[in-house]
T-cell receptor, first 117, second 111 residues
């Protein structure tokens, strides 16, 4: 079975440029999550969607970050304009919605390693 | 603000040793606690714990949750070099699927 697919695997760009990260969740999963991982702060949740609707974007650092999920099989995370402090590994994860009990395990993609020069 | 704290931050052991990794949490509306293993790429799921005192086991790995004292431990017996990784603890809170992660414990197993 295909897991969560992210692209690109690596991105190196100059500050000020627009960056778009892409994610295809596992088929049938109805929750999708974007995380950022750095050495200093670990894994931070940026935003998550349930049935394509953004539920909580309180982790999005600032207006330069935006995320969309136009359909159940695709999501994007966009940074415009990018800054060196945005350099990190960005993970996408998906899961089935677990309801009241406690959710279902999230399955992670391999991440996009972003370097802003 | 929900908080998940892991200890130790890093650990170096010899192959064959037994290790215990700790995770404590202060969150509102706790639902469940998860352990993940992260090697070079994506975190991979290990365990999900919802009830106190019930041990989850998978091979040489086991984990248990104490909801009264708000912590969990992950045990690895007879460690192998392939166990070298960052082990992440995360807590589900609220009625939605929001996970709060700890910063992880970096385990290195040497020959």
């Amino acid at each position: 079975d295909a897991g969560v697919i992210q692209s690109p695997r690596h991105e190196v760009t100059e500050m000020g440029q627009e960056v778009t990260l892409r994610c295809k969740p596992i088929s049938g999963h109805n929750s999708l999550f974007w995380y950022r991982q750095t050495m200093m702060r670990g894994l931070e949740l940026l935003i998550y969607f349930n049935n394509n609707v953004p539920i909580d974007d309180s982790g999005m650092p600032e207006d330069r970050f935006s995320a969309k999920m136009p359909n159940a099989s695709f999501s994007t995370l966009k940074i415009q304009p990018s800054e060196p402090r945005d350099s990190a590994v960005y993970f996408c994860a998906s899961s089935l919605t677990g309801g009241v009990i406690g959710g279902q395990p999230q399955h992670f993609g391999d991440g996009t390693r972003l370097s802003i020069l | 603000e929900d908080k998940v704290v892991q200890s130790p931050l890093s650990l170096v052991v010899h192959e064959g040793d037994t290790v215990t990794l700790n995770c404590s949490y202060e969150v509102t509306n706790f639902r469940s606690l998860l352990w993940y293993k992260q090697e070079k790429k994506a975190p991979t799921f290990l365990f999900m714990l919802t009830s106190s005192g019930i041990e989850k086991k998978s091979g040489r790995l086991s984990s248990i949750l104490d909801k009264k004292e708000l912590f969990s431990i992950l045990n690895i017996t007879a460690t192998q070099t392939g166990d070298s990784a960052v082990y992440l603890c995360a807590v589900f809170t609220g009625t939605a699927s929001k996970l709060t992660f700890g910063t992880g414990t970096r385990l290195q197993v040497t020959l």
